[in-house]
């Protein structure tokens, strides 16, 4: 009797282990063919940079997404759009704590939790921790023949990021920075 038991739990759990598999894959992200963009405002103009991917997946039912895991190095901010003794100055002063604290904060991740498919494009909503602080955060995600790519703003206050904000301090002037500032990722998988 104890042996039929047995048996009959050892294979309820390998059937479910099959169908698990079966329904749900990783598609793990290309980092080296990956590309994540930012653009950051301020009353007087703009500046924009890359950033490097670390590790991340999309999991899959079949062909449709389901969830999924980003990582984004941190310490790799790169500001393109100046050279030279500003390119440093401002890549100095975005790694420190009035910005992305990055010697403490090395990493920023976002994790989906939902997934509505609209068309060839998803929904999606999740949680986005930058520099220690989470918030839920939602945009559309565009799959296409192993390329992913959205566009989005995230506001910096959310996360402690207040420098320069108008919303935080008075009589900036022209020296009031936005509190958004722009994602453009495309992500190989």
Same mark, same amino acid.
Request: cysteine-free; aromatic content about 10%.
């Given at each position: 009797?104890?042996?039929?038991?047995?048996?009959?739990?050892?294979?309820?759990?390998?059937?479910?282990?099959?169908?698990?598999?079966?329904?749900?894959?990783?598609?793990?992200?290309?980092?080296?063919?990956?590309?994540?963009?930012?653009?950051?405002?301020?009353?007087?103009?703009?500046?924009?940079?890359?950033?490097?991917?670390?590790?991340? #997946?999309? /999991?899959?039912?079949? &062909?449709?997404?389901?969830?999924? %895991? @980003?990582?984004? *190095?941190? =310490?790799?901010?790169?500001?393109?759009?100046?050279?030279?003794?500003?390119?440093?100055?401002?890549?100095?002063?975005?790694?420190?704590?009035?910005?992305?604290?990055?010697?403490?904060?090395?990493?920023?991740?976002?994790?989906?939790?939902?997934?509505?498919?609209?068309?060839?494009?998803?929904?999606?909503?999740?949680?986005?921790?930058?520099?220690?602080?989470?918030?839920?955060?939602? #945009?559309? /995600?565009?799959?296409? &023949?192993?390329?992913?790519?959205? %566009? @989005?703003?995230? *506001?910096? =206050?959310?996360?402690?990021?207040?420098?320069?904000?108008?919303?935080?301090?008075?009589?900036?002037?022209?020296?009031?920075?936005?509190?958004?500032?722009?994602?453009?990722?495309?992500?190989?998988?």
């Amino acid at each position: 009797m104890k042996m039929n038991y047995l048996k009959s739990l050892l294979a309820s759990v390998v059937v479910a282990a099959i169908s698990f598999n079966t329904l749900s894959a990783q598609d793990k992200v290309q980092i080296k063919d990956s590309k994540v963009k930012w653009e950051g405002e301020k009353l007087t103009g703009s500046h924009d940079g890359v950033i490097q991917m670390k590790e991340g #997946f999309f /999991l899959m039912d079949g &062909k449709e997404l389901v969830g999924g %895991e @980003f990582i984004v *190095d941190m =310490t790799t901010i790169e500001v393109t759009d100046l050279e030279g003794d500003g390119k440093a100055k401002l890549e100095g002063h975005l790694n420190s704590d009035d910005f992305f604290g990055t010697e403490k904060h090395k990493e920023a991740k976002f994790t989906i939790k939902t997934v509505a498919k609209k068309g060839d494009t998803y929904g999606v909503s999740g949680d986005m921790t930058i520099k220690g602080k989470t918030n839920p955060i939602a #945009f559309d /995600l565009k799959m296409v &023949k192993g390329k992913a790519s959205t %566009e @989005f703003k995230i *506001d910096r =206050t959310k996360y402690d990021i207040r420098y320069g904000s108008g919303s935080f301090f008075d009589n900036l002037g022209d020296k009031t920075i936005y509190d958004e500032f722009k994602l453009m990722v495309e992500l190989m998988y």
